[in-house]
């Protein structure tokens, strides 16, 4: 029996050594927690902050220490449903914003604001009415730019207290009333209608001034090329004239030169006087045979024709 019992109370103190041993692995597992990449985990202490953990290998004090929340410090997207605003001139449009941000305070995330996502809308939504609200509707559809950066600079400065960066802030779609977006349609076609009337007419305008360089260039090459023609035929005529005129020159210089030749030679034959009375008939016969009405013969040369008549009668 003292066996029996003996072994009953080793196998009992077995039973409680693996139940407390459980406990222990229970216990260390549930202490050790592992924090993923891109997160961070909040510790309270009894109830108070106590630290945030970065991503890694940590451990909990059991009952003492919990998680306050998880929070992801990615980039996260909030994509808000449109808003009416009304814009300066009184015009009522429709507006989605897309919000980038990212957590930078997993602190100040917990404990500034209950529901961080509700809170940028709201603040997203009264700062676009403000904005828009000084703008006119023409200047808000042209402006995109300026609008986004004023959101992003009001929303970084009031989610710093939340452990919030707004990185940029875009306007997703602006909606006019369907009225304003038929005559913006109407003003655009007469735009462009306006725009292909102001091209047609400068194309036909330039058109008319190439015809008419075309033209002006054409009369230009044509004067020129009159111009050309009437120098070289003056040249032609100017080198006819001058062959014609040394032709005439070297004529009259051969004629000259055998008149001088003649009279060189009759000196040279010593001629009588008769003979020289003759060639003074056969200058007299060529006198007569011009166009001169009045010939005025010299008395020498009447006797020696008499003379000669005298002579031919005699001799007949």
């Known amino acids: 029996m003292v066996v029996i019992a003996a072994m009953s109370a080793n196998g009992l103190l077995y039973t409680v050594l693996g139940f407390i041993l459980v406990l222990m692995v229970i216990g260390i597992l549930y202490c050790v927690r592992i924090v993923p990449q891109a997160s961070e985990f909040v510790i309270e202490r009894l109830g108070t902050y106590r630290a945030s ?38 015009v009522t449009i429709l507006i989605d914003t897309v919000v980038f941000c990212v957590v930078t305070d997993s602190k100040l995330y917990t404990y500034g604001v209950e529901n961080p996502y509700k809170a940028i809308e709201n603040l997203s939504a009264t700062t676009l009415r403000n904005i828009i609200g000084e703008m006119e509707l023409d200047q808000t559809l042209t402006s995109r730019d300026v609008i986004n950066s004023k959101i992003t600079e009001t929303l970084d400065r009031a989610t710093d207290r939340w452990g919030i960066k707004v990185n940029r802030v875009e306007l997703k779609n602006i909606e006019p009333p369907k009225q304003i977006r038929e005559a913006m349609e109407k003003q655009m076609r007469a735009e462009r209608e306006r725009r292909e009337a102001i091209l047609q007419a400068e194309g036909k305008k330039k058109s008319d001034i190439l015809v008419a360089e075309g033209e002006k260039q054409a009369r230009i090459l044509t004067a020129e090329a009159e111009k050309q023609t009437v120098i070289l035929r003056a040249e032609a005529q100017r080198e006819k004239e001058i062959r014609e005129a040394e032709g005439q020159a070297q004529a009259i210089l051969m004629v000259q030169k055998a008149l001088a030749d003649g009279i060189r030679l009759l000196n040279e034959s010593n001629p009588s006087e008769q003979v020289l009375t003759l060639k003074s008939l056969e200058a007299f016969q060529k006198a007569a045979d011009g166009q001169a009405t009045k010939i005025i013969i010299p008395s020498q040369i009447q006797g020696i024709a008499g003379l000669a008549s005298s002579v031919k009668e005699l001799l007949n």
């Open 53 to 90: 953990w970065k991503a890694g290998l940590h451990l909990l004090v059991p009952f003492i220490d919990q998680i306050a929340k998880k929070v992801s410090v990615k980039e996260q997207v909030f994509d808000f449903k449109p808003q009416p605003v009304i814009t300066k001139d009184n």
